[in-house]
């Protein structure tokens, strides 16, 4: 044995992948038989005739195997691994040896597979399996086939399935509560606040100044309530309610926006400016409120003494539309940029700012919806600038 060959022996056998040399010729001839008999779909002549599928198998001559394969297949000799192929490989194997036929039969010099096997002591394992054509050489038809025990792998992948699974479960049905609970609450707290302020209006003049707060603050928190169970009902239905996207202008939705924003336009002596702004694919009525609660924003978390300014741009940054809200209102600090988008998430209380704390997290499911993503920068002091990037090549 020269050098080379003693080099290759060496790293065939400390390779820590399963190899096998195997000799073809005796495949090829029978391939070439059928071919001249007439065969040109091989395809379709192994699945009317899978027989010669594990005849052509049984031809094939493994000429080695290294250190690795045995273990892998938990054997305690090339003799005893190749006296038990028949229980390594069943009829399940079939589509894999099929493939590699097929493969041998069109020219393929590679093929990569997955199969079940057993080892020598039962165990079931998965292999990767990748079979390397080879350059002929005096009258054989070398071939390489590697083998990796991906068992851990697949378990891991069918776990992350199931995991997967169960969220999107558990994620259906919470929205599926959060109707529901919300919807049904609805009522009765639509009783509670009529009742409350037919209270008010019929005994006002009997009652004292504690009687009337008591009074206010009970119809100010029904109000309150309302408004939380209307966001829920408007989160729980971004998904399960959201319409066919379909090319929608952003010009438009905006005149939309501000017309509803009107009155809050006025109060605040607010101005919104705008850039060209394109078409995307999108569901109107969510794209609507989206903006909505995003210029809303801008508008309702100004600086004392400063007039509200919104800016809404569009800026095309390869295959998507970046849509920019930017406010000079009051800022929200860095380590809160990610918290905003959050359930319930208010940075200011009630006495400063209304709302639920629901806002941003419609606006994020919303964009997911449409395939996009919503960030923030932000300065305290100095303002806001949500940006949401939404698919170009769907427009």
Do not use: C
Not at 16 to 39: T, Y
Not at 49 to 76: C, M, W
Not at 122 to 142: D, S
């Amino acid at each position: 044995m020269d050098s080379f060959d003693h080099h290759y022996e060496e790293i065939f056998q400390l390779t820590p992948v399963g190899l096998w040399e195997e000799d073809w010729a005796a495949v090829f001839a029978e391939i070439d038989r059928l071919r001249a008999s007439g065969v040109s779909d091989f395809r379709a002549h192994f699945t009317q005739h899978p027989e010669l599928v594990f005849g052509l198998a049984a031809k094939v001559q493994i000429t080695d195997l290294n250190e690795y394969s045995l273990r892998l297949f938990e054997a305690g000799s090339k003799e005893e691994m190749l006296g038990a192929l028949a229980t390594v490989f069943d009829e399940a194997s079939f589509p894999v040896f099929a493939e590699q036929m097929i493969a041998a039969a069109e020219g393929r010099v590679q093929i990569e597979s997955e199969a079940y096997a057993r080892t020598l002591k039962g165990k079931r394992i998965h292999v990767l399996m990748i079979l390397r054509m080879l350059e002929r050489r005096e009258g054989r038809v070398p071939v390489l086939l590697s083998m990796m025990d991906i068992t851990e792998r697949k378990r891991m992948e069918d776990r992350l399935r199931e995991v997967a699974g169960a969220l999107e479960r558990s994620n259906r049905e919470l929205e599926q509560f959060a109707y529901v609970a919300s919807h049904d609450l609805q009522e009765p707290l639509r009783m509670v606040a009529s009742y409350t302020q037919l209270l008010a209006q019929r005994y006002w003049d009997d009652l004292d100044d504690r009687a009337h707060k008591y009074i206010d603050y009970a119809v100010d928190g029904a109000k309150r309530m309302q408004n939380l169970i209307n966001d829920l009902l408007h989160l729980s239905r971004v998904e399960t309610e959201g319409r066919p996207l379909v090319p929608v202008s952003l010009e438009e939705v905006l005149d939309r926006v501000l017309s509803d924003l009107h009155g809050v336009l006025t109060d605040t002596g607010g101005e919104v400016t705008r850039g060209p702004l394109p078409t995307v694919e999108a569901d109107p009525g969510q794209m609507g409120q989206l903006l909505q609660n995003l210029v809303g924003n801008g508008l309702k978390f100004h600086r004392k003494g400063v007039k509200p300014h919104v800016h809404v741009s569009a800026d095309r940054k390869g295959d998507e539309w970046v849509i920019s809200v930017r406010d000079n209102g009051i800022g929200i600090e860095s380590e809160y940029h990610e918290d905003v988008f959050g359930l319930f998430r208010r940075l200011h209380g009630r006495g400063e700012y209304s709302g639920t704390g629901i806002g941003l997290s419609i606006t994020k499911k919303i964009a997911e919806r449409h395939g996009g993503r919503v960030w923030l920068e932000s300065t305290v002091g100095e303002g806001s600038n949500f940006s949401i990037a939404l698919p170009a090549s769907k427009v």
